[in-house]
């Protein structure tokens, strides 16, 4: 067979990227969000409603609810990533029809992209979220195939012996299939039958941790993130705040999932001087003025019920005002370190605190 036969018979490999690689690229959302949107008809591609899998370049006009992408404008993928300490009450989506708080509510409004939540908290849970405007850098710190663990701080009713710890680690059938913990240590605190600790999982699966616990027959009382992969949840954040994560700390971040740097974006000395505003504000406690949602304890045989309430001075001032030594950069040197590390505990009501700032 001639060379020329062998061009004729083997098959010509398609053009273009596939749509929701490049949208995620760009920042319009998450490959996970774009496929859905795909589903849901809501994307088009020169006027025709996008299929899964459609591949797409230059020439090819891209709209979402009917607003044409700018590709030109959107040709170079911006990287920003700021972490976002979860109050109770607050929810991980863009808007609610029953009018609850959400998580993007006290984000400033990047100029380029949009925030794009790397995974997600459910309204009880609280701690440590990241978002970014790098569509491809969400979708692989999501991915199973990275590993990024997550780590947990949680108080548990009940009692908790060896061998249920040890059923945990090994894993246990959820109605979703199997799961476990990669690792559960201790934390001090806790009375009587409520006890602290410490736990990880590699997967973001929804409400995990507390449906693994539940299913030894135990009650999670408080949950809280404290650390994402290499970034660590610090006690200089407080809660409702954000902190944007400097290039260094992205970097660090980017590497772990095999994405080479981005220069963060150029500010002019305007945008500047209104970020830092905005930071410097950021690293203040809630006052009395702003407002948490936060939720009542359970009552007996009842569900939780939401209620606003105002974060008490003394409160504030005792989990989350910043101890000597933690303040500077919350990501790992070297992540890949953290998943060798046991857990540490942070205090008797954990907070992330006693993590300070992480040794490579």
């Given at each position: 067979?001639?060379?020329?036969?062998?061009?004729?018979?083997?098959?010509?490999?398609?053009?273009?990227?596939?749509?929701?690689?490049?949208?995620?690229?760009?920042?319009?959302?998450?490959?996970?969000?774009?496929?859905?949107?795909?589903g849901?008809?809501?994307?088009?591609?020169?006027?025709?409603?996008?299929?899964?899998?459609?591949?797409?370049?230059?020439?090819?006009?891209?709209?979402?609810?009917?607003?044409?992408?700018?590709?030109?404008?959107?040709?170079?993928?911006?990287?920003?990533?700021?972490?976002?300490n979860?109050?109770?009450?607050?929810?991980?989506?863009?808007?609610?029809?029953?009018?609850?708080?959400?998580?993007?509510d006290?984000?400033?409004?990047?100029?380029?992209?949009?925030?794009?939540?790397?995974?997600r908290l459910?309204?009880?849970?609280?701690?440590?979220?990241?978002?970014?405007?790098?569509?491809?850098l969400?979708?692989?710190?999501?991915?199973?195939?990275?590993?990024?663990?997550?780590?947990?701080?949680?108080?548990?009713?009940?009692?908790?012996?060896?061998e249920?710890?040890?059923?945990?680690?090994?894993?246990?059938?959820?109605?979703?299939?199997?799961?476990?913990?990669?690792?559960?240590?201790k934390?001090?605190?806790?009375?009587?039958?409520?006890?602290w600790?410490?736990?990880v999982?590699?997967?973001?699966?929804?409400?995990?941790?507390?449906?693994?616990?539940?299913?030894?027959?135990?009650?999670?009382?408080?949950?809280?993130?404290?650390?994402f992969?290499?970034?660590?949840?610090?006690?200089?954040l407080?809660?409702?705040?954000?902190?944007?994560?400097?290039?260094?700390?992205?970097?660090?971040?980017?590497?772990?999932?095999?994405?080479?740097?981005?220069?963060?974006?150029?500010?002019?000395?305007?945008?500047?001087?209104?970020?830092?505003?905005?930071?410097?504000?950021?690293?203040?406690?809630?006052?009395?003025?702003?407002?948490?949602?936060?939720?009542?304890?359970?009552?007996?045989?009842?569900?939780?019920?939401?209620?606003?309430?105002?974060?008490?001075?003394?409160?504030?001032?005792?989990?989350?005002?910043?101890?000597?030594?933690?303040?500077?950069?919350?990501?790992?040197?070297?992540?890949?370190?953290?998943?060798?590390?046991?857990?540490?505990?942070?205090?008797?009501?954990?907070?992330?605190?006693?993590?300070g700032?992480?040794?490579?």
């Open positions: 067979m001639s060379d020329k036969d062998l061009q004729e018979t083997q098959p010509i490999p398609p053009s273009g990227e596939k749509l929701q690689k490049v949208l995620a690229r760009i920042g319009v959302g998450s490959r996970r969000d774009v496929e859905a949107w795909i849901q008809g809501r994307i088009k591609v020169n006027g025709v409603a996008a299929s899964l899998g459609q591949r797409v370049d230059l020439h090819d006009a891209i709209a979402v609810d009917g607003k044409l992408i700018k590709r030109e404008e959107a040709a170079e993928a911006t990287r920003r990533v700021i972490m976002y979860k109050p109770d009450g607050e929810i991980c989506t863009r808007d609610d029809p029953e009018g609850r708080p959400t998580v993007f006290r984000l400033p409004r990047p100029k380029e992209g949009r925030w794009i939540n790397i995974g459910d309204i009880n849970t609280t701690g440590l979220l990241l978002f970014t405007t790098d569509g491809e969400a979708n692989r710190l999501m991915h199973p195939s990275y590993e990024m663990d997550r780590e947990y701080a949680v108080r548990v009713r009940g009692e908790v012996d060896d249920m710890i040890d059923r945990l680690k090994a894993g246990v059938m959820l109605e979703d299939g199997p799961a476990k913990f990669t690792d559960i240590q934390a001090p605190g806790g009375e009587g039958f409520n006890h600790y410490h736990c999982v590699m997967e973001g699966r929804n409400r995990e941790v507390r449906r693994l616990w539940e299913s030894q027959g135990l009650v999670v009382s408080r949950l809280k993130r404290v650390r992969g290499p970034v660590f949840l610090n006690s200089d407080p809660m409702g705040r954000w902190r944007e994560m400097s290039q260094g700390e992205i970097d660090i971040l980017a590497a772990e999932v095999g994405l080479q740097p981005v220069a963060l974006p150029t500010l002019n000395l305007k945008a500047k001087d209104k970020l830092e505003r905005l930071q410097r504000k950021s690293s203040r406690p809630l006052g009395r003025g702003e407002r948490v949602r936060s939720l009542r304890p359970a009552q007996e045989g009842g569900e939780r019920q939401p209620r606003e309430t105002s974060e008490r001075p003394a409160r504030a001032a005792r989990e989350q005002a910043p101890r000597k030594g933690n303040r500077g950069s919350t990501v790992a040197e070297r992540p890949s370190d953290m998943r060798k590390r046991p857990a540490r505990p942070g205090g008797d009501k954990p907070n992330g605190g006693g993590r700032k992480p040794r490579g």
